[in-house]
Structures are given as C-alpha cells and as structure tokens.
C-alpha cells in the first residue's frame, strides 16, 4: 500500500507519518509539503532515509506539479493535512488560505480521480462548526450540526469540505473527511498556544492569554487523532464525515495554569491582551460516531498529555529553538542541496 500524505512535514502529518511507519511499517510513504513557515524538515530527519520514505517539496495548488508526482507515484491513498491553519494569520491574509485550503484540495482531487486512488481523506477541523455557548455544557458538536464559519481559515476549511463532498456525489470519488478537535503534543509549532506557553514560560517571558482566558477548548493528543485517521482510511464509510474529538474540554486559562504548574513558573507570568476578532467560545465534540463505526476512542487524558508534551519540549530545546530563531527554515536547502 502507498499512501501520500500532504503537510507532513508539519505538526499533525509528521505525526501521521509515524504513526504509519510504526503500525504499518510494510507501507510506502509519499510526503508532499511545501515547507511554508509551518513545515520543518527536520522534524522528519530519523526517517527519510528509509527506502519506504520519499519527500517531495511542492505546492499542492500547484497543478503540474502535483500531477506529474501522481504519474510518477501512484498511491493508493491520500490523506490531505496540507493546509494554512492558524486563525490569526487568516484574519490578516485570507487569500493564502482560500488558495491553499480550497484550491490545493481541488487539485489534489482531481489528480486523485485522473490517477484511481482508493481512498481520498480530507482532514479538517471542527472550527467549521462555529463555537457553543459557555452556559450549555450539554452541547455538542456532531456530524450533523450545521457548518457555521467564525474566521477566514474555518470558512476555507468548510469551502474544502463541501468541494470534497461534491467530488463524491458528482464523480464518485471514494473520499472520507474528519474534523478534529485542537491537536497538542510533539513537534507542535511554536505559533501555538501549547509550545507558545512552553517556550515563553521556559524563558520566564509574558504569556499573553486574549481576553479573560475563559474560551473552551476540546483538547486531542496528536497521536490519538493519528490513530482515528488510520481507522477511517482503513474502515470508514466512503463518503462520511467523522468527528474526532479528545473529551478534554479546558477554557484557555486553564490549560496556561496547568503548563505553568508543570514547569513549577509563577501566574504572575499571564498577561491579559485584546481579544482576537470573532473568537469563538466554545467547541466540544461528540465523538460517538467513530467510536461505534470504528471502535476508536481517545486514550490519552488531558493530565496524561500535558505533562508528556511538556516533557517533550524540555527535552527538545534545539527543535523549537531553532524554530523560534528561523534556522529550521535553511533544513532543506542543507538536507537536498546536492541530491
């Protein structure tokens, strides 16, 4: 079996990319990413010289490009993490994210239907359901709440979902999509509220938390989503949606507070800063479905996680710092210079 996994050199298809080679280690791995801000290489280095492992740097909007690897390769699956993901960015730029999210995901579908691949995975975000009062604790999204945008990012992600789904019904592209609940854990870049607190508490510098802390997060280890993802590409329905959620709901405050306890760093670090435009309160998934469909649940408590990721940072200082200074960015050009 060859599966191409796009965005994985970033936080999630990195992830994804050891999980496979760990649980099916007779598979090939075809990686695309673009190594944007968000994608290191070096995050893949311990892998790349398996003979069952092959980096392509390209642009998955990029029509010729992605065509020509499909000739070239043909997988049998392909599981789309390559996506611009971070809100605040969007606010500030949505063009690069209609382009890459939308755009990219039409094309790396029409090459999926040009070349037969078996199964086409979207991966998306449970931000395209909009948020959930902070009153209703007894609120939850399912596959079946209505997609209802906050931000340029989840609208773009929510514009790929129903361009995934028309592919279905119009072509009959075998495709599966999930929405997953925010990612913590390993090789999280920087830019993020988990590793950002990290980081900046490991230096004793301000945490900025956006206004009084108290939007709720549903909390999912990396490696558990990784997990669901495997049970969907193997066994999920064509043409369903699955939520993946971690039951570990935590308001943002509260996730700082446990991060700053971990690393034995005062509160007094917290800094209460404007709040971002349209942020959402709430998001909390229902993750019944993949849990009856596929017999998946998540096995890592947000305590267990924490104290993991935590763990993880410390010992891989040289990792995020090398993000934080911009080196990461000079990994390619060192690692294929003279392939």
């Known amino acids: 079996?060859?599966?191409?996994?796009?965005?994985?050199?970033?936080?999630?298809?990195?992830?994804?990319?050891?999980?496979?080679?760990?649980?099916?280690?007779?598979?090939?791995?075809?990686?695309?990413?673009?190594?944007?801000?968000?994608?290191?290489?070096?995050?893949?280095?311990?892998?790349?010289?398996?003979?069952?492992?092959?980096?392509?740097?390209?642009?998955?909007?990029?029509?010729?490009?992605?065509f020509?690897?499909?000739?070239?390769?043909?997988?049998?699956?392909?599981?789309?993490?390559?996506?611009?993901?971070?809100?605040?960015?969007?606010?500030?730029?949505?063009?690069?994210?209609l382009r890459t999210n939308i755009l990219g995901t039409q094309v790396l579908m029409d090459a999926s239907r040009e070349y037969g691949v078996k199964r086409y995975h979207q991966v998306s975000t449970d931000e395209v359901y909009g948020d959930l009062p902070l009153d209703r604790p007894d609120l939850f999204f399912t596959e079946e709440t209505p997609i209802h945008t906050s931000s340029p990012y989840s609208a773009s992600k929510a514009g790929a979902d129903l361009l995934v789904q028309?592919?279905?019904?119009?072509?009959?592209?075998?495709?599966?999509?999930?929405?997953?609940?925010?990612?913590?854990?390993?090789?999280?870049?920087?830019?993020?509220?988990?590793?950002?607190i990290i980081s900046r508490a490991l230096a004793d510098e301000s945490l900025p938390v956006y206004g009084t802390g108290e939007n709720v997060r549903d909390w999912l280890y990396v490696r558990d989503h990784c997990a669901a993802i495997?049970?969907?590409?193997?066994?999920?329905?064509?043409?369903?949606?699955?939520?993946?959620?971690?039951?570990?709901?935590?308001?943002?405050l509260q996730v700082v507070k446990t991060i700053l306890k971990q690393l034995n760093?005062?509160?007094?670090?917290?800094?209460?800063?404007?709040?971002?435009?349209?942020?959402?309160?709430r998001y909390a998934i229902d993750p019944t479905k993949m849990m009856n469909e596929l017999g998946w649940e998540p096995t890592t408590t947000f305590d267990e996680g924490i104290a993991q990721t935590v763990d993880w940072y410390l010992?891989?200082?040289?990792?995020?710092?090398?993000?934080?200074?911009?080196?990461?960015?000079?990994y390619y050009q060192k690692m294929y210079a003279d392939r």
């Open 1 to 66: 079996m060859k599966i191409l996994v796009t965005g994985g050199a970033g936080f999630i298809g990195s992830n994804f990319v050891f999980h496979m080679l760990e649980n099916h280690p007779d598979y090939e791995i075809v990686i695309l990413d673009l190594l944007t801000y968000a994608g290191n290489l070096e995050t893949l280095k311990d892998v790349l010289d398996r003979p069952n492992v092959k980096f392509v740097k390209a642009d998955i909007a990029d029509r010729e490009a992605v």
């Open 68 to 97: 020509a690897l499909f000739g070239e390769e043909h997988p049998d699956i392909v599981v789309n993490f390559a996506a611009e993901s971070h809100v605040d960015r969007s606010i500030k730029d949505p063009g690069i994210f």
């Open 166 to 196: 028309a592919y279905h019904r119009t072509f009959h592209l075998p495709v599966t999509i999930s929405r997953c609940s925010n990612n913590y854990g390993p090789y999280h870049f920087p830019e993020k509220l988990i590793p950002l």
């Open 230 to 252: 495997d049970r969907i590409i193997h066994g999920g329905r064509v043409g369903e949606v699955y939520n993946i959620g971690g039951h570990n709901e935590r308001t943002n």
């Open 265 to 281: 760093k005062p509160e007094s670090l917290i800094t209460y800063v404007k709040d971002r435009a349209g942020h959402d309160l």
């Open 315 to 330: 010992a891989n200082e040289g990792w995020w710092k090398n993000i934080v200074s911009g080196d990461y960015q000079n």
